[in-house]
């Protein structure tokens, strides 16, 4: 007997609860999130796959058209012969902050390898847009004077 009244005390409690007008609020409107940045960040992920294997650019050029428009918005142009390389080296050095900020276990030895890396990448992206084609530029100004006298 006991048992029945509280059986239909329940029901009529959830009834009495679904028939209650819901009252609908954005979580923003009610909530504040400490740390939250004033100005907003921007992300852009893009998957296509290691160079050289799978579908080319030449196959979908909407890849690469998507991410000049992207940094077209924000006023940043790249010279057609680094975008390569800038963005191969851009995808790696993304891949590698995690391990560089990380604080968990195994981070003793991630961070410093992964730093080491990000330097290497950093260095050899230098020397491939900046170095070696001012040398190649001397070499060759040396060779035009040879010709023209």
């Known amino acids: ?17 679904l028939a209650w007008p819901a009252a609908a609020e954005r979580v923003k409107d009610i909530a504040s999130v400490s740390g939250v940045r004033g100005n907003q960040l921007v992300g852009y992920g893009l998957v296509v796959g290691l160079d050289g294997t799978g579908d080319q650019t030449s196959q979908a050029p909407f890849t690469v058209q998507s991410i000049k428009n992207m940094l077209a918005r924000f006023g940043v142009t790249i010279p057609p012969q680094a975008e390569r390389i800038l963005m191969t080296a851009l995808v790696a050095s993304m891949g590698l902050l ?52």
């Not at 007997?1 to 239909?8: H, V």
């Not at 961070?111 to 040398?135: E, M």
């Open 1 to 17: 007997m006991t048992r029945r009244i509280a059986t239909r005390g329940t029901v009529g409690l959830v009834a009495l609860a």
């Open 98 to 149: 995690p391990k560089i900020f990380s604080n968990g276990t195994g981070a003793e030895v991630q961070r410093p390898l992964a730093t080491v890396v990000l330097g290497g990448l950093v260095s050899a992206t230098l020397l491939t847009l900046i170095v070696l084609p001012t040398v190649y530029a001397l070499i060759n100004k040396d060779k035009d004077k040879v010709e023209t006298v």
